[in-house]
């Protein structure tokens, strides 16, 4: 058995975690290469430990220097009987197309991790996409490196992968019209304000907001689950990733977190994946492909569980959903400006005493705004999410 070298990018939060418990479980297929973190250098400090890579990125240049600094440095290094090379932001790129690494995972939160992941997927990697801000903002020049490359992009994402599952096992997007699909339905929790009544909602905090009732996640991420915003980014992600039009790709509210995404085809038939939500399953899937390996999670038990509730999401309880849908029409141009405007209102609610409400107000205000714009080069599509950014930014100022 030939044992897959890992790099993994985003090690310290939810995926990279979940992650290298699953590969902890595998010594005799993985084989952790590299760990790539931003600011959580006891985490960092503890994974090196248990998982002996050869590689260190620390991406916060102020980490950095506190890491080259701390005596810990030394412990490690005594620890492990060598030393771990270290490395900074400046160096990442490159080591997601070095010749050691087999297969990427792709776990940094945001826009920072699309140029890592675009770089492992030009160079060829298997790469376990779990940055779905990497397909939002560069969907296009993401899915034709991966063409020119033959780079294998795997969804670990617990909707995309459920997609994936159902999927003939030679399915491609690119004869995407040819397969017989319906349409593809992403299941949506509905996050921790489904019930809560539409009146509350505008003086909602950022520690309920970030209180999911099935999930545990980031600040971020959790927030985007409660607006939906996630959902949208989600749809925008199917778009590229299957290569199916808006008009086929759809959300329904499950608030068990069972069915974690359908298929359905044009005979009738309706292909659903089910499992606890446990990040682990799909990060098992799609590292032991074309293998079934154990996870570690949870056994379903549907005669417990006993009852699976699906409902239609409502766009005025979750307008960021209505947002996302609109801009699904012109996914190359609007799905940047979309996850741009999002990722600094969330940001500054979070931390800078923007309210709730205004987490809409900003992306619908910068979809209006950013509306004309067009695409026709990767640095193009950065550039616009830099606008974007300073714009967003201005305008929470006036409103915060």
Same mark, same amino acid.
């Given at each position: 058995?030939?044992?897959?070298?890992?790099?993994?990018?985003?090690?310290?939060?939810?995926?990279?975690?979940?992650?290298?418990?699953?590969?902890?479980?595998?010594? #005799?297929?993985?084989?952790?290469?590299?760990?790539?973190?931003?600011?959580?250098? #006891?985490?960092?400090?503890?994974?090196?430990?248990?998982? &002996?890579?050869? !590689?260190?990125?620390?991406?916060?240049?102020?980490?950095?220097?506190?890491?080259?600094?701390?005596?810990?440095?030394?412990?490690?290094?005594?620890?492990?009987?060598?030393?771990? &090379?270290?490395?900074?932001?400046?160096?990442?790129?490159? %080591?997601?197309?070095?010749?050691?690494?087999?297969?990427?995972?792709?776990?940094?939160?945001?826009? =920072?991790?699309?140029?890592?992941? *675009?770089?492992?997927?030009?160079?060829?990697?298997?790469?376990?996409?779990?940055?779905?801000?990497?397909? !939002? %903002?560069?969907?296009?020049?993401?899915?034709?490196?991966?063409?020119?490359?033959?780079?294998?992009?795997?969804?670990?994402?617990?909707?995309?992968?459920?997609?994936?599952?159902?999927?003939?096992?030679?399915?491609?997007?690119?004869?995407?019209?040819?397969?017989?699909?319906?349409?593809?339905?992403?299941?949506?929790?509905?996050?921790?304000?489904? &019930?809560?009544?539409?009146?509350?909602?505008?003086?909602? &905090?950022?520690?309920?907001?970030?209180?999911?009732?099935?999930?545990?996640?980031?600040?971020?991420?959790?927030?985007?689950?409660?607006?939906? =915003?996630?959902?949208?980014?989600?749809?925008?992600?199917?778009? /590229?990733?299957?290569? @199916?039009?808006?008009?086929?790709?759809?959300?329904?509210?499950?608030?068990?977190?069972? $069915?974690?995404?359908? $298929?359905?085809?044009?005979?009738?038939?309706?292909?659903?994946?089910?499992?606890?939500? #446990?990040?682990?399953?799909?990060?098992?899937?799609? *590292?032991? *492909?074309?293998?079934?390996? =154990?996870?570690?999670?949870?056994?379903?038990?549907?005669?417990?569980?006993?009852?699976?509730?699906?409902?239609?999401? #409502?766009?005025?309880?979750?307008?960021?959903?209505?947002?996302?849908?609109?801009?699904?029409?012109?996914?190359?141009?609007?799905?940047? !400006?979309?996850? =741009?405007?999002?990722?600094?209102? $969330?940001? %500054?609610? @979070?931390?800078?005493?923007?309210?709730?409400?205004?987490?809409?107000?900003?992306?619908?205000?910068?979809?209006?705004?950013?509306?004309?714009?067009?695409?026709?080069?990767?640095?193009?599509?950065?550039?616009?999410?830099?606008?974007?950014?300073?714009?967003?930014?201005? /305008?929470?100022?006036?409103?915060?």
């Amino acid at each position: 058995m030939t044992v897959q070298s890992l790099l993994i990018l985003g090690s310290t939060g939810t995926i990279g975690v979940n992650t290298l418990d699953v590969v902890a479980r595998h010594p #005799d297929r993985f084989k952790v290469y590299g760990l790539v973190a931003g600011r959580n250098i #006891d985490r960092l400090y503890e994974q090196a430990e248990a998982h &002996t890579p050869e !590689v260190l990125v620390i991406a916060d240049d102020d980490a950095y220097t506190r890491w080259l600094a701390d005596e810990r440095s030394a412990k490690l290094a005594k620890a492990l009987g060598y030393t771990p &090379t270290v490395l900074g932001q400046a160096d990442l790129e490159q %080591l997601c197309a070095s010749p050691e690494v087999d297969t990427v995972v792709a776990a940094i939160v945001g826009a =920072a991790g699309l140029r890592p992941t *675009l770089k492992a997927v030009q160079a060829g990697k298997r790469v376990l996409l779990a940055n779905k801000e990497s397909l !939002v %903002l560069a969907g296009r020049f993401m899915i034709e490196a991966g063409r020119l490359s033959g780079a294998q992009l795997l969804p670990v994402d617990s909707e995309h992968n459920a997609i994936y599952q159902c999927l003939p096992s030679d399915y491609s997007a690119a004869r995407a019209q040819t397969f017989g699909i319906e349409r593809l339905v992403l299941t949506a929790s509905g996050g921790p304000f489904r &019930t809560k009544p539409l009146s509350e909602l505008g003086v909602v &905090t950022p520690a309920q907001a970030v209180a999911h009732p099935n999930w545990v996640m980031g600040p971020k991420i959790s927030v985007d689950s409660a607006t939906m =915003a996630n959902k949208g980014l989600e749809l925008i992600e199917a778009l /590229w990733l299957f290569g @199916l039009d808006h008009t086929r790709l759809s959300v329904l509210i499950h608030p068990q977190s069972i $069915v974690h995404s359908l $298929v359905e085809y044009k005979d009738g038939s309706m292909l659903a994946q089910l499992s606890c939500p #446990d990040m682990r399953t799909p990060i098992a899937h799609v *590292l032991g *492909l074309p293998d079934r390996i =154990a996870s570690g999670s949870p056994r379903l038990n549907l005669a417990q569980i006993a009852r699976l509730d699906f409902e239609e999401p #409502d766009l005025n309880r979750f307008p960021m959903l209505g947002l996302a849908m609109d801009s699904l029409r012109k996914a190359d141009t609007l799905g940047p !400006v979309f996850n =741009a405007a999002n990722e600094v209102a $969330v940001d %500054l609610f @979070l931390n800078r005493g923007l309210k709730y409400p205004d987490i809409v107000r900003m992306v619908g205000h910068c979809l209006e705004r950013f509306a004309g714009e067009t695409l026709q080069t990767l640095d193009e599509a950065f550039d616009l999410d830099q606008r974007v950014r300073a714009h967003a930014q201005a /305008w929470g100022a006036s409103h915060a």
